[in-house]
């Protein structure tokens, strides 16, 4: 593996699945947003769409880089 540590130690894993549903509901919910008109109680997704995607997806980056999470 590319970024394994030598030693054995501090090397990329799975996210959990939890950890994976989260990011994978931010993203969606940006996505969804894009094609479809949101009551006015989501507004906040449609001003902050692109922070939800980038939201999204450092919870995924953390969850590949820190183990257990």
Do not use: C, D, E
């Not at 054995?8 to 939890?18: D, E, F, M, Q, R």
Request: no cysteine.
């Amino acid at each position: 593996m590319a970024f394994a540590r030598r030693g054995g130690g501090g090397g990329l894993s799975a996210p959990k699945i939890v950890t994976f549903v989260i990011s994978l509901l931010l993203v969606l919910l940006a996505v969804v947003s894009l094609y479809t008109h949101l009551p006015a109680s989501l507004g906040f997704v449609n001003q902050h769409r692109f922070w939800l995607v980038v939201a999204g997806y450092a919870v995924l980056t953390l969850g590949v880089l820190l183990p257990g999470v």
